[in-house]
T-cell receptor, first 111, second 115 residues
Framework: ELKVEQNPLFLSMQEGKNYTIYCNYS?????LYWYRQDPGKSLESLFV?????AVKQEGRLMASLDTKARLSTLHITAAVHDLSATYFC???????????FGQGTRLTINP | SAVISQKPSRDICQRGTSLTIQCQVD?????MFWYRQQPGQSLTLIAT?????????ESGFVIDKFPISRPNLTFSTLTVSNMSPEDSSIYLC????????????FGSGTQLSVL
């Protein structure tokens, strides 16, 4: 059974700092997703990572995938308050044809 | 991308009643899913809505409690039956297909409170 673990689960940081959220998964997969969720809102798709070594960047967010280590990272550069949200990774379970979500990382960026 | 309209956006219901949530996608999609997100928690897959056939339910979820329909490639409904306070949650519809470039898009969600 595919298991997905994120860490940290809670992260409080100051504006201007850099930090990384980690997503580990237990079995081979062909794709990994990152989502953002604001309080009371639905999920916004950030990135889809399809291959080993894939790196995608959008503004201050950069996601990467290491399929051999079964690890994805979401790196935040020079954080700003607007990035405060909960971030989820989700891994595609190829056998069951479904996404398995991590627990989420609640990110708070303080001025 | 795909735009997913979900309604109602929220509802407050009495114990023992049922609520049907509708999900409409603006383009044909291959797969549609229903998730539940309890307060402060991650997402749990309820079922995959199969077009023209019975939904595929995850462990812990049954058709009698969560009947699902998908009459065509753009529309699905989820009914939460015989509700209890434990069913209070956010219910999310999602969809993916060739036109979404492998991305899984989500509807705006239905926030359900059962009294």
């Amino acid at each position: 059974e595919l298991k997905v673990e994120q860490n940290p689960l809670f992260l409080s940081m100051q504006e201007g700092k850099n930090y990384t959220i980690y997503c580990n998964y237990s079995t081979t997969s062909d794709r990994l997703y990152w989502y953002r969720q604001d309080p009371g809102k639905s999920l916004e798709s950030l990135f889809v990572l399809l291959s080993n070594g894939a790196v995608k960047q959008e503004g201050r967010l950069m996601a990467s995938l290491d399929t051999k280590a079964r690890l994805s990272t979401l790196h935040i550069t020079a954080a700003v308050h607007d990035l405060s949200a909960t971030y989820f990774c989700a891994v595609h379970d190829q056998g069951a044809q479904k996404l398995v979500f991590g627990q989420g990382t609640r990110l708070t960026i303080n001025p | 991308s795909a735009v997913i309209s979900q309604k109602p956006s929220r509802d407050i219901c009495q114990r023992g009643t049922s609520l049907t949530i509708q999900c409409q996608v603006d383009s044909q999609v291959t797969m549609m899913f229903w998730y539940r997100q309890q307060p402060g928690q991650s997402l749990t897959l309820i079922a995959t809505a199969n077009q023209g056939s019975e939904a595929t339910y995850e462990s812990g979820f049954v058709i009698d409690k969560f009947p699902i329909s998908r009459p065509n490639l753009t529309f699905s409904t989820l009914t939460v039956s015989n509700m209890s306070p434990e069913d209070s949650s956010i219910y999310l519809c999602s969809a993916t297909g060739v036109r979404t470039n492998e991305k899984l898009f989500f509807g705006s969600g239905t926030q359900l409170s059962v009294l």
